[in-house]
């Protein structure tokens, strides 16, 4: 799967998959845009891609922040000059219940960040893709698929809108020779439930229960999932476009997750 001077952005590269898919492409040979907000995660990735294949390009950005969107794709396409592959990858969990305060509030950013940002960068990105034939990975989950877990409406809702809209963009993109797809991982074991402030034990136990919940009795790794982001993005994958990729160690097979109360 080589990606021989193939230029890659990776939304959320700076932790988790986003990181292992960065790292991944780096070694196959492609020129990587590695976003992130925080800098010295993003350079502790960077040296990693380094360390396999070449200095990738560092751009600091909320995906939140269209003026840091629109500094993503200007500044890939100034320093390497075009654009291959688009990883939509930036995420965040989140826990809510419709009868809670500030509700809204709490939807409006996982929508932002999970679903809007996702759309703002692929209009973005779109007339450069157009012109290389070029292809986006979305990265979405289960939950888009399937209600997996209680509490959690706003980031199933918001990886449900990817899924639709993964598939409404495919076929818009391909009689222009754009593939667009999504992967739909399971549980992952990496920084997400830090990020939200969950208690070490209270993750502790969330990535216990659903190692045991799961039929294969494991929750994946970020590799895992950076590989067959790749294999999607990659010639290989070249009749696929408008598919979803579940990832999950059979999880969407159970029938119930189980009640699990993240306490924050
Ligand atoms: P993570 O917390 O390790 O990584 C998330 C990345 O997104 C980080 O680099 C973070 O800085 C970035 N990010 C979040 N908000 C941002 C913003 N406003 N602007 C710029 N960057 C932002 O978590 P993980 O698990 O690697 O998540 C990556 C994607 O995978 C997310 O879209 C998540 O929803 C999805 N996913 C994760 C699963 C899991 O079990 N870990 C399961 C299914 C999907």
Redesign the pocket.
């Known amino acids: 799967m080589s990606f021989k001077n193939k230029v890659v952005i990776v939304?959320?590269?700076?932790?988790?998959?986003?990181a292992a898919t960065a790292i991944a492409f780096s070694k196959e040979g492609a020129r990587v845009t590695i976003?992130?907000?925080?800098q010295e995660k993003l350079r502790y990735v960077s040296e990693q891609c380094s360390a396999v294949g070449s200095k990738p390009l560092v751009i600091t950005?909320?995906?939140?922040n269209d003026e840091d969107l629109k500094k993503i794709v200007h500044g890939t396409i100034k320093h390497f000059g075009k654009l291959d592959v688009l990883v939509n990858?930036?995420?965040?969990?989140s826990i809510d219940k419709i009868l809670s305060e500030n509700v809204v509030d709490s939807f409006d950013k996982v929508i932002a960040?999970?679903l809007r940002s996702a759309v703002y960068l692929t209009h973005l990105a779109a007339p450069h893709l157009i012109e290389t034939k070029g292809n986006i990975v979305n990265?979405?989950?289960i939950v888009g698929k399937r209600v997996t877990i209680e509490n959690c409406f706003a980031y199933h809702t918001s990886k449900a809108g990817l899924d639709h809209f993964t598939k409404c963009v495919a076929l818009e993109l391909a009689p222009k020779g754009v593939r667009v797809n999504s992967v739909n991982?399971?549980?992952?074991r990496?920084?997400?439930m830090q990020?939200l402030g969950v208690k070490k034990e209270a993750q502790e136990d969330f990535w216990d229960s659903m190692t045991k919940t799961s039929p294969l009795g494991k929750v994946a790794d970020?590799e895992e999932i950076a590989d067959l982001i790749l294999f999607i993005a990659s010639d290989k994958g070249r009749s696929i476009t408008g598919s979803s990729f579940v990832s999950d160690n059979g999880a969407i097979l159970v029938p119930h997750l189980g009640n699990i109360e993240l306490q924050a």
Do not use: K, M, Q, Y
């Not at 991982?185 to 992952?188: I, R, T, Y």
């Open positions: 939304t959320g590269a700076s932790s988790g998959i986003g976003v992130g907000r925080n950005a909320d995906v939140t990858n930036a995420g965040i969990f960040t999970n990265v979405s989950s991982p399971g549980f992952v990496t920084d997400i990020v970020s």
